[in-house]
């Protein structure tokens, strides 16, 4: 079955199935392992919408290794703050962000490795002193597809998250791998997220919505999940619905108010009718937005509020 149809900057189509995703997790955890992670360590994605991110997060789970996530707009400030406090061992990058990492690298001690997406030939020629750089697919394809996974205990940390920052300092937050229960459960009922579902979550993994319904709810549930790396346009968001026959929508107030403002015509041209659900969150959704919905898709979006702190679903 498929797990994930991916869609890149530049319209690439990639598609994996859950066993092809198992072998990269497995690839990626024994990675980590010739890399001498161990359980408890930090490994943090820099990354943006990539596979490597999606498969690299669950291998590093696998490992009893912490994972964490970053979202790609962050500056050096960032960056800093996040892999500082948390003490990150391994940070797993892309070519185009590394300048960023760059400026702040001197400033954390604990960081040993950083794994580089990108062309290998332009990967060797990045230097950082005190660091190991290495190339993720000259690393991670020559590893065995066979991993056992260690068995944690449930309240043993899983995962890691900062804040926004908008009141102070971003904070940590670690969850632990019992966190699944929570995030398995609110996307069964309040995302109504069924086997045969072709789901959409518009979040970026490098907030807590990304990870929570976009990594672990979602894939636990075995739907089929669509990732596009792309920025937003509502033409090609109306565009992956249609070709992915997508049922299951999940976004945020924002790109709905957006989509709106581009207009009701537009929508028109499109094929929405395999959607049957329509969710939202991220900041309050206005009445507008809803009565759009029911208007233009014939359904409503359904409001749901939580935070990085409680990492899933609460009302």
């Known amino acids: 079955k498929i797990a994930l149809y991916w869609v890149g900057a530049n319209n690439e189509k990639l598609k994996f199935t859950f066993?092809?995703?198992?072998?990269?997790?497995?690839?990626?955890?024994?990675?980590?392992?010739?890399?001498?992670?161990a359980r408890g360590d930090r490994v943090f994605f820099f990354l943006t919408r990539v596979p490597e991110l999606y498969y690299g997060f669950l291998g590093t789970l696998k490992t009893g290794a912490i994972a964490g996530t970053m979202f790609a707009a962050f500056g050096p400030q960032a960056i800093e703050d996040r892999l500082g406090n948390s003490g990150a061992k391994v940070l797993v990058t892309e070519i185009d962000l590394f300048g960023r990492v760059i400026q702040v690298a001197d400033k954390l001690p604990d960081l040993e490795t950083i794994l580089v997406l990108g062309d290998p030939k332009q990967v060797e020629k990045l230097e950082l002193k005190g660091k190991k750089i290495i190339s993720i697919s000259e690393i991670v394809e020559k590893q065995s597809q066979t991993y056992k996974t260690h068995m944690m205990h449930p309240n043993d940390p899983a995962f890691m998250l900062y804040t926004s920052g908008t009141t102070g300092k971003p904070k940590g937050v670690v969850h632990t791998h019992k966190a699944i229960i929570h995030e398995h459960m609110s996307a069964k009922y309040a995302l109504d997220l069924k086997?045969?579902?072709?789901?959409?979550?518009?979040?970026?993994?490098?907030?807590v919505t990304g990870v929570a319904y976009e990594i672990l709810g979602s894939w636990s549930n075995g739907v089929s999940e669509v990732i596009t790396n792309r920025r937003f346009d509502p033409a090609d968001w109306y565009q992956t619905i249609q070709d992915y026959k997508v049922t299951?929508?999940?976004?945020a107030p924002t790109a709905i108010r957006m989509l709106q403002a581009a207009g009701d015509d537009l929508v028109k041209k499109y094929d929405m009718s395999s959607l049957r659900y329509l969710a939202s969150v991220g900041e309050p959704l206005n009445p507008e937005p809803i009565r759009w919905g029911l208007k233009v898709f014939g359904l409503p979006f359904h409001d749901n509020w939580w935070q990085t702190e409680t990492g899933g679903i609460l009302i």
């Open 195 to 207: 086997d045969e579902d072709v789901y959409w979550c518009t979040a970026d993994p490098g907030w």
């Open 248 to 251: 299951v929508w999940y976004t």
């Open 19 to 37: 066993k092809e995703l198992d072998d990269k997790t497995n690839q990626f955890a024994n990675a980590l392992g010739s890399l001498g992670v």
